[in-house]
């Protein structure tokens, strides 16, 4: 929180919602925690340039843009002045302290910030069932060292406490020289509290692939505290999202910010509608549909350890492996049921439809209806969405191989052959539709 969302946090924030989709679908009990960031040294900077700068004000119109102006400014300030980080650490100590002033200013910094996601997330079709940050676990921290140190895990290090973790992994710092708390410190934490109260049989952490030494560290001590569920526990790494610049930084103020591309997305979308289809209603509507389902369905497609190289034209393609051209495929399947309707022609299916069972290409369409169970069995067993996604482009491909060999409304045909044929394209587009809908994307009827 205190910072806006960039594009590589919308990275675990869809992928994180489109394994909680492929879960639900093969009947799991999911439940979503968004852990949000809402404690350590850095509200002090904020706090520091708040008090310094600040205006309530302007902080109430938007939260995150100008609560990273700040955490910028006094960045910025912190480089060339080592007396500003000083202060700012400062204050930081006094919200750990609970001094009231500083307590309730970065309280206010924590309920504006959310706010302002919610809205983002609501955009993004996203939903979470709990917001915990890391200051809920705080108070937790004491009974969790105390049970490492009645286990004889605890040992001091220059002064820190740490726990060794043999010759594999370096020993996870616990508790800094000046009695401070780490990620590591309250994601033990965490660990312990939702297993007592959620009981879960698996625990998913959508985190980026920079933190897999943390999560190796934390899962092993876990097990060493003698916690059988430590094994349950899973960091589902990913890549980065890379541009030309090379790897974001909020530090320096060089970001992508997730609704910039969102808003982009949409603008190039409308602009192609405009050129195409100007007199398409709802055009706003539908270009914002394209073009979030367009970035959203990039970021999926591509194997979640990987990195995923952010290019506007690949993206925007409505003929190659994308999410246009996936929305293109359904709105085609619309339009030609919409035509059918016209001439009072309605999918139904007829056992006997010779014109089906003497089209490959129909056959091929048919045969890859049964194949969303098991992309969506192979994608939750290795938490990975990109198996569906590449199974929605198969089975487009598979329709548009349909499409241009087979005339679907034919004059002169037997209602009977043109109705099973639209009971084709109506299956076809149901199973498109419950695909995207694991993958976050909207459909559109035209476009």
Known sequence: VAKQLHIGHFRNTILGQSINNLYSSCGYDVISINHLGDWG?????????????????????APLAYLTKLYVRATEEAESDPEVDKEARL???????????????????????I?????????????????IGESFYIDKIDALLQELKAKNLLTVSEGAQVVDLGETMPPCLIVTGDGTSLYATRDLAAAI?????????????????????????????????????????????YGLYRFKEGKLSTRKGRVV?????????????LSVIEQK????????????????????FHDLATDRI????????????FEGDTGAYLLYSYARASSILRQAA?????????????????????????????????SILGAVRLKKPSIVANYAIDLAQNFSAFYRNVKVIEEGAPQMEIEARLSLVEAFRIVLASTLRLLCVQTVEEM
Request: hydrophobic letters at 40%; proline letters at 3%; one cysteine or more.
């Open 342 to 374: 016209a001439k009072e022609f309605f999918p139904r299916l007829h056992a006997d439809s010779k014109s089906l069972h003497d089209s490959p290409q129909a056959i091929t369409l048919m045969k890859s209806f049964g194949d969303l169970e098991p």
């Open 306 to 317: 990987k990195d995923v190289e952010f290019d506007w034209e690949k993206i925007l393609d």
């Open 193 to 237: 509290y939702r297993h007592n109260r959620f009981q879960f049989d698996e625990c998913l952490y959508v985190v980026g692939s920079e933190q897999q030494l943390h999560f190796k560290q934390v899962f092993k001590v876990l097990e060493l505290m003698g916690h059988s569920w430590a094994a349950s526990l899973k960091h589902l790494s």
């Open 257 to 269: 910010l997730a609704t910039e591309v969102i808003d982009e997305a949409r603008d190039k979308s």
């Open 91 to 113: 204050l930081f100590k006094k919200i750990e302290e609970k001094d009231p002033e500083l307590t309730a200013i970065w309280k206010s910094f924590c309920d504006f910030s």
């Open 277 to 296: 289809n100007p007199n398409l209603k709802n055009k706003a509507e539908v270009a914002e549909k394209i073009g979030l389902g367009a970035v959203i």
């Open 41 to 61: 040294s850095q509200f002090g900077k904020v706090a520091y340039a708040f008090l310094k700068y600040g205006d309530k004000a302007e902080m109430e119109k």
């Open 115 to 131: 706010k302002d996601l919610e809205k983002i997330y609501v955009r993004l079709g996203v939903k979470f069932q709990h917001y």
